[in-house]
C-alpha cells in the first residue's frame, strides 16, 4: 500500500510503501512486513503514489522524483533481496527519453517478469522486461502510446496488466466526443515477437461527451473492464465489461455493462474497477452510503460476470471505494465456480479494508491501518 504524503524518508511528502502479509502476526490476521522507502528519498518524491505486486516482486512510483528535474521515477523491489524475508530495492526505473515533469510512476503495473510505468504527461507506458541487458536487470524493452492519443487526453491515467496483456486508460480522449474517453489493448507479440503492439482502441457503444471512459481499467485472462465514472450524467458511472474475441479474432468485443442497484447521481461508480476471473468490483467513491456511513463515503460492488443480470452480488461494500485489487485466493465455499475471496478496498482518509467472501454476501473483515 502506498503512502505518497509520509515523511519519514528525506521528509515532506518523500512517501512510503508498506507491504502487508496474510497470517503475519496470527491467522489470517494480514501483518505488516516491512516498510518500504526509496534509497535515494527526496523531498517531494511522493514515492508511493502508485504501487503493485506480483509473487516476489513490488514495483512503487514515485512520480516527482528528481530525475533530470522531477521526471519521476519507479522502484522495483524483492522479496529476499538483502536476506531472507527482506523487501530489497533491486533498481530504480526511468524512462528512455526522461524529461522535467513527465511525472513518470504516475501509474505502475507487474506481472511475472514485466513491469509497465506510464508518464502521464503528455502521455506514454513504458515495459521494462526483467533479465533484459543482463541477469536480474529490468532494461526498457518498449514506449506504447496510443493511436490518435492527444496531449490533452492523458493516456496512463490508468493501467493494468495481466500475462501479456495490458491495457491502458485515456479518459479525456475526444474520438466519440469530448472527453468521451477511450481505452487501449496492447499485447506483448502483437505485431512481432516482445513487440507490444496495440491491438485495438476500445470506445463505449454509447459513448457521449464528457463519459471519462478510461478513468479505471483492469485486466484478467480474457476479458478487461473499464468504468466510466460520469456516464448517465451528473457523475452516475458504468463500466463496461469487454472479451477478446469478441467479434472477431483478438476483436475484444463490448459483452456487458454494469451499473449500481442503488445508482444516483454524483455516485462516480466506475472510478475505480478491478477483476479476476468472472468477479469484478467497481468503486463508486462518492456513493453516499446509508445509516452512519455519511456524505460521499463511497462504496465498492461487487458482480459475478457469469450470472445473468449485470446487477451487483448483496450487499455493496460502503464507506470507502478509492481505489480496489481483487486477488485470486482459493474460495472455501461451495461455490459453483472458482472465484477470488478477498478485496483490498483502499480509503484516501481512512484505511485499507480487506473483504472476504461467504456465499455471495461480501463483508468488511478488517481494517488495516499502518502505524
Not at 516476489?56 to 521526471?71: H, K
Not at 502521455?123 to 490518435?148: I, M, P
Request: proline share 3%; charged share 20%; with cysteine.
Amino acid at each position: 500500500m502506498g503512502a505518497w504524503a509520509e515523511n519519514s524518508g528525506a521528509g515532506g511528502n518523500s512517501g512510503a510503501a508498506y507491504v502487508f502479509q496474510r497470517d503475519q502476526g496470527g491467522t489470517n490476521n494480514w501483518g505488516e512486513v516491512t516498510k518500504l522507502i526509496a534509497s535515494d528519498s527526496q523531498l517531494q518524491d511522493h514515492f508511493g503514489y502508485s504501487v503493485a505486486i506480483s509473487g516476489n516482486t513490488v514495483l512503487v512510483g514515485a512520480r516527482q522524483s528528481f530525475v533530470e528535474g522531477n521526471t519521476g521515477a519507479a522502484y522495483v523491489f524483492q522479496r529476499d533481496q538483502g536476506g531472507s524475508d527482506n523487501w530489497g530495492e533491486v533498481t530504480k526505473l526511468t524512462g528512455s527519453d526522461a524529461e522535467t515533469d513527465r511525472q513518470f510512476g504516475w501509474s505502475v503495473a507487474v506481472n511475472n517478469d514485466t513491469a509497465i510505468v506510464v508518464a502521464l504527461v503528455p502521455g506514454a507506458a513504458y515495459v521494462f522486461q526483467r533479465n533484459q541487458g543482463g541477469t536480474d536487470n529490468w532494461g526498457e524493452v518498449k514506449k506504447l502510446t496510443g493511436s490518435g492519443a492527444q496531449f490533452s487526453d492523458e493516456f496512463g491515467i490508468s493501467l493494468a496488466l495481466d500475462a501479456d496483456t495490458a491495457v491502458v486508460g485515456s479518459w479525456r480522449h475526444d474520438a466519440a466526443g469530448d472527453d468521451a474517453g477511450a481505452a487501449y489493448i496492447f499485447s506483448r507479440d502483437h505485431g512481432g515477437t516482445n513487440n507490444w503492439g496495440e491491438v485495438t482502441k476500445l470506445t463505449a457503444s454509447d459513448a457521449e461527451q464528457q463519459d471519462h471512459f478510461g478513468i479505471g481499467v483492469a485486466v484478467s485472462g480474457d476479458r478487461a473492464l473499464v468504468g466510466a465514472h460520469e456516464k448517465l450524467g451528473f457523475n452516475v458511472g458504468v463500466a463496461y465489461v469487454y472479451e477478446r474475441n469478441e467479434g472477431g479474432v483478438d476483436g475484444w468485443g463490448e459483452v456487458k455493462t454494469l451499473t449500481a442497484s442503488d445508482a444516483q447521481t454524483n455516485d462516480a461508480f466506475g472510478w475505480s474497477v478491478a477483476l479476476s476471473d468472472d468477479i469484478a468490483v467497481v468503486g463508486a467513491i462518492t456513493e453516499d452510503g446509508s445509516g452512519p456511513v455519511g456524505f460521499s463515503s463511497g462504496a465498492a460492488y461487487v458482480f459475478d460476470l457469469q450470472l445473468p443480470k449485470s446487477t451487483p452480488l448483496p450487499p455493496p461494500i460502503g464507506g470507502f471505494a478509492l481505489d480496489s485489487d481483487l486477488r485470486s485466493l482459493p474460495l472455501e465455499t461451495a461455490a459453483p465456480h472458482s472465484a477470488p475471496s478477498t478485496v483490498i478496498v483502499a480509503a484516501i482518509a481512512a484505511a485499507a479494508c480487506l473483504v472476504t467472501a461467504g456465499g455471495v454476501a461480501w463483508h468488511a473483515r478488517r481494517r488495516r491501518r499502518s502505524p
